[in-house]
């Protein structure tokens, strides 16, 4: 098991620098390219070739692509320093640079994003694992029965309809008309309730999507799976339906329910952005939209690396839940 964990770690390692180069890649050498010029985004298209040229010489913009990608990546392990002149700016690891927008650091800006994000995707994952799953499983045991065709029936729904009409449409109908939810507004520090009061109607907005998705794929595996020699010969046996379901369908089943899990965490924590947007929680993906509108490419590229970061994480969690379950991953 240490040496499967050692391989996965360094495969991470790897993957991640992999990314880390193609984004940096993408956001820095690619305005070049067209013929755009980093600097222009911050100072204002209204700066005098002086301003620019300074903005340049600071933020490293003249040296080779390579240089700086390195000076980044040393950045964000022991920070870096901006130097203009006399003008010396100092930024603490990890160091994403500077905000083109409020020339903030883009570090401590994501760090006040991501617990509105965290919040969100932590409740939301909760419902719909427990909601999906369970409702996936009634549905394959009860095949063929009015309450699977009534389950399926929402389950499409809730793929089909966008997310941004559930959320403004239970803000209406819950929030607005019959008053039993806030709107997220409250502080968790400041009042426990009134947050956890906010957030319900975001949670099972986001969850209904992803729940039904988890329903048919948790259906449709259980049936699989329910045909499999092994579970005959378990019934055979005279073992109860419990532990029959319990036992060794759920194990097989739990495998590709813990793969698409991996993918929705990961690429939840980067910013569930029309959630988010609907319902005017300023997390990641709030944020994220509104510095590509501003042309914000050090913030862009911050929330990009952050949740390239929480899907490799969450894949490695995911191989290590894989090497519990089946221990034969473990030798592969």
Known sequence: MLAYLIRRIFAVIVMLMVITLVTFGIFFLFPKMIGTDPALYFVGK???????????????????????????????????????????TQCAAPCFGYSFKTEQEVWPLLLEWLPVTLALAAGAVVLW?????????????????PLDRSAMGIALGGVSLPIYFTGMLSLALFSDQLGWFDRPDAVFSEDPAAWFNGMVLPWVTLAFLYAAMYARLTRATMLEVL??????????KGLTEPVVIGKHAMRSTMTPILTVLGLDLGALVGGAVLTESTFSLHGLGYNAVKAISDHDLPVILGVTLIAAFFVVLANLVVDLLYAVIDPRVRLS
Do not use: C, H, W
């Open 227 to 236: 045909n499999e020699d092994y579970i005959r010969t378990a019934r055979a």
């Open 46 to 88: 209204q700066s005098d070739p002086a301003s620019i040229e300074g903005i340049r010489q600071k933020m490293g913009l003249d040296d080779p692509i390579l240089v700086q990608f390195g000076k980044f990546v040393a950045g964000l392990a022991v920070g870096r320093t901006y130097a203009n002149g006399s003008d010396v």
């Open 129 to 145: 694992v427990i909601g999906g799953v369970a409702t996936g499983i009634i549905s394959a045991l009860k095949r063929g029965t």
